[in-house]
């Protein structure tokens, strides 16, 4: 079983490989001028994501063999699926509308949530005794596949309003600052990567004891979990004890080191925008903005307006009807309010505002991009900061 984990790890990076491969084809041919080239590397671009979701398919597979369950029951195995349902959706949206600029927006966000995904652990863990269900099974995966469309509709709203706002001749300050807000959380994801692999790498070790337990962080301390003392700490850049430490309101074991994490994510997040807008000289909405001079804003607002609506039905499906289902099976009750139970049903009721305002005129183009781009924050808030942070009957996803 061991062979078939690696040969299922190796398919993986291939996919991941793919998509990397794909995103700079897509850049190729959509930022310079159209010709028969760029043409052709965008052929070119759809068919490498279409290999790399077979070899994304094939990782599924040979993970699914050799755990004998379906890979979806810890963080690592639903960000890897939630990221192939993103390959699937942007294929399926691609064949109803063909755009090159889809592409280029959406394969960024398949390669981050990869990424994202190998910085936690990989291995297949054992199941809690909820988890035996097929329910469940059906649950997350089509929860999945309809936060999967809402990717797609985010991707498709976030680039139309870097174009517009980027390329407006005065535009608001606050619209600006709005969209900075956004890209600097994304570089945020991509420093939560960049630290988690950088550390992983070098093989840093700190550990904190106590009467009752021991904390090992895989990151410098630049804070120490609350009531807890230095056991080992490896010097970093001249530091050889925490800076700070975790505040105490702060509950559970593992708060320390998932406060620390926050705090090296944000701060490599804000390093690399800064380092971004040195070299910009400019906020990064201007700077991004001209480059996608060729977009249709029409075509690109109703491509993100489908994608949710494609994505809708599958969410109310998975994430509420067969979620109640599910829960009635492994804990004899439909509703709970559970942490996650109410961020599905939060998640739930802005997408259905967002379908009904829709309907009005005003809200089409960058009223509507907006509430996309918030819509799929609260569906991120909903799978990390729920499952990562907040206690509740979905910790088990967690690490």
């Known amino acids: 079983m061991q062979t078939l984990y690696d040969w299922s790890h190796g398919a993986l990076i291939v996919a991941w490989g793919g998509y990397v491969v794909s995103f700079v084809l897509f850049v190729w041919a959509k930022m310079g001028k159209p ?62 509308a063909p755009s090159g600029w889809l592409g280029l927006c959406v394969t960024p966000v398949i390669v981050i949530l990869m990424a994202y995904a190998l910085a936690f652990p990989t291995e297949a863990t054992p199941r809690i005794p909820s988890l ?8 997350v995966t089509t929860a999945a596949a309809g936060e999967a469309f809402f990717a797609i509709g985010f991707a498709a709203a976030l680039m139309l309003l870097i174009h517009v706002i980027g390329t407006a001749p005065r ?6 600052w709005a969209i900075e807000t956004v890209l600097v959380c994304v570089l945020i994801v ?20 106590s009467e009752q337990s ?19 700490m490896d010097a970093f850049l001249g530091m050889t004890q925490p800076l700070t430490t975790t505040p105490s309101w702060m509950k559970g074991v593992q708060a320390g080191r998932k406060w620390n994490t926050v705090l090296w994510s944000v701060s490599t997040g804000l390093i690399l925008y800064g380092l971004l807008r040195l070299l910009a000289r400019r906020p990064l909405v201007r700077a991004l903005g001209p480059r996608l001079q060729g977009i249709d804003v029409a075509q690109i607002d109703d491509m993100s307006y489908r994608s949710i609506a494609i994505g809708f039905p599958i969410f109310t499906l998975g994430a509420l009807i067969f979620a109640m289902i599910w829960a009635q099976i492994a804990w004899n009750r ?8 109410v961020w599905a049903l939060i998640t739930w009721l802005f997408y259905s505002a967002y379908l009904h305002v829709r309907l009005r005129k005003k809200y089409e183009g960058v009223s509507s991009a907006w509430l996309a781009v918030i819509g799929f924050v609260i569906v991120m808030f909903t799978l990390v900061g729920v499952n990562l942070v907040i206690a509740g009957l979905h910790s088990y996803a967690g690490v």
Request: with cysteine.
């Open 35 to 96: 010709t028969m080239r760029s043409a052709r590397m965008e052929r070119w671009a759809h068919v490498s994501v279409i290999g790399a979701l077979v070899a994304h398919i094939v990782y599924f597979g040979l993970r699914w063999i050799a755990s004998t369950f379906i890979p979806v029951s810890n963080f690592f195995e639903f960000i890897v699926f939630l990221s192939m349902m993103c390959a699937v959706a942007f294929l399926i949206v691609y064949r109803i």
């Open 132 to 139: 035996h269900s097929v329910w469940l099974y059906i649950h």
């Open 171 to 176: 535009p608001r300050k606050r619209d600006v």
């Open 190 to 209: 991509v420093g939560f990567i960049a630290s988690t692999f950088a550390f992983r790498l070098s093989g840093y070790e700190a550990r904190f004891v």
């Open 214 to 232: 021991t904390v090992v962080y895989a990151m410098p301390p630049i804070a120490a979990p609350y009531g807890y003392d230095v056991a080992r």
């Open 334 to 341: 439909f509703w709970g309010w559970d942490p996650k139970e």
